[in-house]
């Protein structure tokens, strides 16, 4: 059985291009929780984008 990655076959650069200057991603999360926003966050810097995290 294969295994899939979460996003595989997506790009970072064409959700990039999509969002407006100034998106935010939000979720609502209790702190030390997971926060999926994360995973889509480090995807997007890890192909060269910046991502501000905007703090409390």
């Given amino acids: 059985m294969a295994t899939r990655t ?3 076959g997506l790009d970072p650069n064409h959700l990039a ?3 407006e ?3 935010i991603l939000l979720c609502w999360e209790k702190p ?8 889509v966050a480090d995807w997007l810097w890890a192909a060269g ?3 501000t ?4």
């Fill in 21 to 23: 200057e100034g998106a």
């Fill in 6 to 8: 979460a996003g595989a």
């Fill in 49 to 51: 984008h910046k991502v």
């Fill in 32 to 39: 030390g929780e997971f926060r999926h926003r994360q995973l």
């Fill in 17 to 19: 291009k999509r969002l």
């Fill in 53 to 56: 995290e905007i703090a409390k």
